[in-house]
């Protein structure tokens, strides 16, 4: 039987999923990580999306049968769904890290600092270029806003920020160890 989205109504696409939605749910049982199980209905979609629009396209050719080539799309986007949560993941946890390597530096700051006078001195070291995006983002600015500001791109203000903050942070630190 040849699946062809142009000449079938779409309504079929229906009957498509129902008789399918084993192999597809199988094959993401199978290679979505557990972790990430409550995903899964983003993975059958995303599934059906592509399979839909291939289809639309006449670009099944019934090579293999519709339930095999659906557990391959399913597999490959569990697949992806894996590596893109985990990227997600480990941005989140090199945010946290670093804001945490942050916030020490930030208590110990305000811990020494009178009115302020210990976090200017501890950034008039910093190179103008990290000193600039810091002090627009500790007045609240968001990265677009510090962007348009300074004229540069979003991430280059990410990177500055984050390196002058690492900065920021030796500074201090060393500035602990020396005095």
Do not use: C
């Not at 670009?59 to 490959?76: D, G, H, M, V």
């Not at 983002?137 to 500055?160: H, N, P, W």
Request: hydrophobic residues 35%; positive net charge; glycine residues 4%.
């Amino acid at each position: 039987m040849k699946f062809s989205m142009k000449r079938k109504e779409e309504a079929n696409f229906t009957e498509i999923v129902e008789s399918t939605k084993g192999v597809v749910l199988s094959a993401i049982g199978k290679t979505l990580d557990a972790e990430f199980s409550s995903h899964i209905d983003d993975v059958v979609q995303e599934t059906y999306l592509r399979a839909y629009k291939s289809l639309k396209k006449e670009q099944f050719k019934n090579n293999s049968s519709l339930e095999t080539w659906l557990y391959a799309i399913a597999r490959n986007e569990s697949l992806r769904m894996n590596e893109k949560l985990i990227r997600e993941r480990k941005k989140s946890e090199n945010l946290a890290e670093s804001m945490s390597s942050f916030d020490a530096v930030e208590k110990s700051v305000e811990q020494k600092s009178e009115e302020g006078s210990l976090l200017t001195t501890l950034l008039e070291k910093l190179p103008e270029k990290y000193r600039r995006v810091i002090e627009l983002d500790i007045q609240g600015y968001r990265d677009q806003q510090i962007a348009q500001e300074l004229q540069i791109s979003v991430g280059t203000v990410k990177s500055r920020n984050s390196r002058g903050r690492e900065k920021l942070r030796q500074i201090a630190l060393a500035r602990e160890i020396s005095g």
